[in-house]
């Protein structure tokens, strides 16, 4: 019996942190700007701020698909739903032009931006999680 749950908790958690490195992967795909040359390379705090903002984003709600799901595949739905929406906030905010210009401003390493970006991405994760909550 034991094994069994700790066969389950392997399978819920190798998955979240396959979802947790598919969204890197892919929000590197949706940013207009390589993220991770200004982070490794540039030593860009605003693209880390926003990148890792992004992450926890994405890890609140599949939190929430973790406690709240019935069973895996109720779980890996909602944990595509929190990537899907996820990225796709990070795609609309990206694209934002003239002064808001979310591209512009992390390529100048405005911080203020770059935390901006994390703290809304972080609160897109909040609500996202809260509407799973069913």
Not at 71 to 76: C, I, T
């Amino acid at each position: 019996m034991f094994l069994n749950y700790f066969l389950s908790f392997g399978l819920f958690f190798l998955t979240s942190i396959t979802i947790v490195a598919l969204f890197f992967f892919l929000y590197a795909k949706v940013t207009p700007y390589d993220d991770y040359q200004m982070i490794f390379s540039d030593n860009n705090t605003a693209s880390a701020l926003g990148f890792g903002g992004a992450v926890l984003g994405l890890c609140i709600p599949l939190y929430s698909a973790l406690t709240n799901s019935i069973s895996y595949l109720d779980f890996v739905t909602w944990a595509g739903v929190a990537m899907f929406v996820q990225l796709l906030f990070a795609f609309g905010m990206t694209r934002l032009g003239g002064r808001f210009s979310v591209e512009k401003h992390i390529n100048n390493g405005d911080i203020a931006v770059g935390a901006l970006m994390a703290f809304m991405s972080i609160s897109i994760g909040l609500l996202n999680a809260g509407s799973m909550s069913y």
